[in-house]
């Protein structure tokens, strides 16, 4: 399995930007599909951003369409989270995960994904 590690996360302001990180290792990135996850306290773990192996296809929840941006770089086994006008409904832990895949589809279910990172906590203050 690849291992992933996720950093970027912290506290900023409402109307601000973070920008996360994961760091693949063990295996090239490029088999694996990858997505965003975040869970905030007392709720479930939600999907935020997916995207496909080649990085040509990309899947957003519609809280954070045209404020997050999901990106991946194969030769750097790195994948990234540009989060813009963050709100304070943004806070939550957020996760990057992995998932095997052979086509260039999104993966959506949080069941294809068998690779997580420990997570990065976002705070964002009002």
């Known amino acids: 399995q690849v291992q992933l590690v996720e950093s970027g996360g912290g506290l900023v302001q409402a109307g601000g930007s973070l920008r996360l990180s994961c760091a693949a290792s063990?295996?090239?990135?490029?088999?694996?599909?990858m997505g965003w996850f975040r869970q905030a306290p007392e709720k479930e773990r939600e999907i935020v951003a997916a995207?496909?192996?080649?990085?040509?296809?990309?899947y957003y929840v519609d809280s954070v369409k045209g404020r997050f941006t999901v990106s991946r770089d194969n030769g750097k086994n790195m994948v990234y989270l540009q989060m813009n006008s963050l709100k304070p409904e943004d806070a939550a832990v957020y996760y990057c995960a992995a998932g095997r895949t052979t086509t260039t589809a999104v993966l959506v279910d949080v069941d294809r994904y068998n690779s997580w990172g420990q997570g990065t906590q976002v705070t964002v203050s009002s």
């Open positions: 063990g295996r090239a990135l490029s088999l694996y599909g």
């Open positions: 995207i496909s192996w080649n990085g040509v296809n990309t």
